[in-house]
């Protein structure tokens, strides 16, 4: 049976944590996919994400949890947590912040679909003025020079098949974009759009740069 694991990195994301973990789960239980895990890589964080995550992980043993010794950032921390799981997984990307709904995972995890990428795109964005504007303009950049493989509104939030996954294993990319790299090595390709939420709680982690 095919494995999935759900790659969520976060930095002081205490008033999330719990919804997002209780959401995967029990959507996962409701569809009875048993073969994933949840890892989570915490970039250094100074709230009680740490405690939050080690009290669930103690009742859940699908948690998994790496601690960064100092803040690395998101990008290496998605890159501590691609060393840590299996090339033979399915994996996907998610923010903790469930703007991204994590049901969307459980939807369209098709074990049998060995060799295609599922693409998420946003139809909506529920973000300020001047970020849907930068957003907007720096999609259509990435999307002319990557000549096509970056799409408009599809972030890292993309359920990768096992060649996918081992390949960005191998890859010695000292700083990826995972977008790109993602889709680079992709074979066949999936879109599906949704609207993006708000954050449930808390404020975001990004800047403008």
């Known amino acids: 049976m095919s494995y999935i694991s759900i790659i969520a990195s976060f930095r002081n994301e205490e008033e999330c944590l719990n919804k997002f973990i209780s959401r995967i ?45 100092r803040r690395y950032g998101h990008s290496n921390s998605i890159q501590a947590a691609f060393e840590n799981i299996s090339d033979k997984n399915f994996s996907v990307i998610i923010d903790c912040d469930l703007q991204d709904p994590p049901e969307l995972i459980s939807k369209f995890f098709k074990p049998k679909n060995y060799d295609q990428t599922i693409h998420f795109i946003r139809t909506e964005r529920r973000d300020g003025l001047f970020q849907k504007i930068y957003s907007n303009i720096a999609y259509k ?43 680079k090595y992709s074979i066949k390709n999936f879109k599906i759009f949704y609207s993006r939420s708000k954050r449930s709680e808390g404020t975001s982690k990004f800047s403008f740069f």
């Open 141 to 183: 950049i990435l999307y002319f020079i990557s000549f096509g493989k970056i799409y408009p509104n599809a972030g890292y939030f993309k359920i990768n098949p096992p060649a996918v996954t081992k390949k960005i294993k191998e890859d010695n990319e000292y700083y990826p974009y995972w977008n790109y790299l993602i889709t």
């Open 25 to 69: 789960t029990k959507d996962f239980k409701k569809k009875k996919i048993k073969n994933y895990e949840i890892l989570f890589v915490d970039d250094y964080s100074s709230d009680e994400s740490l405690k939050v995550i080690l009290k669930s992980a103690k009742k859940n043993k699908k948690i998994k949890i790496i601690k960064m010794m």
